[in-house]
């Protein structure tokens, strides 16, 4: 049977995608990015916010349309939520909740009927991983939330703490690099708390990885700030951590913090990056939520004066919206919108410039590049090909038709031709 997997939001739903895969395979079952030819289709649906949720609603009712004769099932946050107006869409025959994520495969092939056979039964192993080609794969080792942050709703939605043993994480990790996989991205709704339901920790998990796998490149997926103690700094030691941490402030001023019930003081954060920044060639990136209910003027200066002392190589920025069912929609005097407008463009231009800033920095210095697959065809014979520096680094070089870098790691001094600097 040919199965169409497609994902919207988080890098958990793409690793859980990825597990997905890999279970429809050992079953004997293909995957396929055509969808006109799935007979199953499968989408991880997100609820973040209220236009992801729009989103997922928009992605189903496409799917549908694009092939009506598939059958579709759907899990993730805005199908946990919303279950009963999933199951009304049109064309959905199966909702699998986050709860239930585990057993997705086995619902979907014993709940629903299919007319075909495995055609491949008989290759069990071959690899999934389609959602970032063949040389980096993300991997869920924990799922849920302790943390209630007043604008989420995805604790809600992803429920109580869960976290792989280390075994198993080492076990998919050693075959993922069998597969050729050369770099691994740990992901989980609450990556820092990995452990608090099974006496580990992330530290105990970065540590077995790093001594009982030959992955080449391992990296972290967004973790909350007030998660890092001494043992952790120490684990950048060893070069195969890559130097890069997404770390989300969402605000830089302590008022607005405290409304959105987050755990760190700017001060503690900014201590924090001073000690990682003692690292060479450290990136730190981040999200900042614009606009928070209340967020006065006084604050939003506070809060942009900050984050422009912080220099991170990267800002996701969020236009605050009022999401039901956190407490933060219950808030009141919403900031307007034209406001919340002219305070994103403002941060989207300082971003920019701090990323500008960021890529120069890194000019002239050497890194190890791991190249991807992708190649863009230029019109002297070359063609172009990009990968990323272990600090996350976008680049590009040119190279010539019958040569390839593709899923090989190779030193090379970043230029101003080499980097891929981002757009205006």
Not at 76 to 88: H, M
Request: some cysteine; proline content about 4%.
């Amino acid at each position: 049977m040919q199965i169409h997997l497609k994902t919207l939001g988080c890098r958990l739903n793409e690793a859980e995608l990825e597990t997905w895969a890999q279970a429809f395979q050992a079953q004997g079952h293909s995957i396929t990015r055509d969808i006109a030819s799935s007979q199953l289709v499968v989408i991880n649906s997100c609820a973040v916010t209220q236009d992801a949720a729009r989103k997922s609603r928009q992605l189903i009712r496409r799917l549908h349309r694009e092939n009506p004769h598939a059958k579709l099932v759907v899990s993730g946050c805005y199908a946990t939520l919303n279950t009963d107006e999933a199951q009304a869409l049109l064309g959905v025959d199966l909702v699998v909740s986050n709860k239930d994520k585990a057993q997705l495969v086995e619902k979907a092939l014993n709940e629903l009927s299919f007319e075909t056979m495995p055609a491949m039964a008989t290759e069990p192993a071959s690899s999934a991983l389609f959602t970032r080609g063949r040389q980096r794969a993300f991997v869920k080792v924990q799922d849920g939330c302790r943390y209630r942050c007043t604008f989420c709703i995805v604790t809600v939605a992803r429920g109580e703490e869960f976290s792989r043993s280390i075994a198993d994480v080492i076990t998919e990790i050693n075959a993922l690099h069998a597969q050729g996989i050369n770099e691994v991205i740990l992901t989980g709704v609450h990556l820092g708390g990995y452990g608090s339901d099974n006496g580990e920790n992330i530290v105990t998990l970065i540590q077995a990885i790093l001594t009982q796998t030959q992955i080449p490149r391992l990296r972290l997926g967004s973790l909350e700030p007030w998660e890092l103690n001494d043992d952790f700094f120490e684990l950048f030691e060893n070069p195969r951590l890559m130097p890069h941490l997404h770390l989300p402030l969402q605000s830089g001023s302590d008022a607005v913090l405290r409304r959105m019930a987050r755990r760190c003081k700017t001060q503690e954060y900014a201590q924090m990056l001073q000690r990682l920044r003692k690292i060479p060639n450290f990136n730190i990136t981040t999200d900042i939520i614009v606009g928070f209910p209340n967020e006065t003027d006084e604050e939003w200066q506070e809060s942009f004066e900050f984050i422009k002392n912080c220099g991170f190589g990267h800002i996701h920025i969020f236009t605050y919206s009022p999401r039901e069912g956190t407490k933060a929609a219950t808030l009141p005097n919403p900031v307007s919108h034209e406001i919340k407008k002219q305070r994103s463009e403002q941060l989207h231009r300082l971003a920019h410039e701090m990323k500008q800033a960021f890529y120069q920095q890194n000019v002239g210095q050497e890194f190890e590049v791991l190249w991807e697959g992708q190649r863009e065809e230029l019109e002297n014979g070359k063609h172009r090909v990009f990968g990323y520096t272990p600090n996350y680094l976008r680049v590009s070089c040119e190279i010539s038709e019958s040569e390839t870098l593709e899923n090989q790691i190779t030193t090379f001094q970043l230029s101003e031709s080499f980097v891929e600097l981002p757009e205006s």
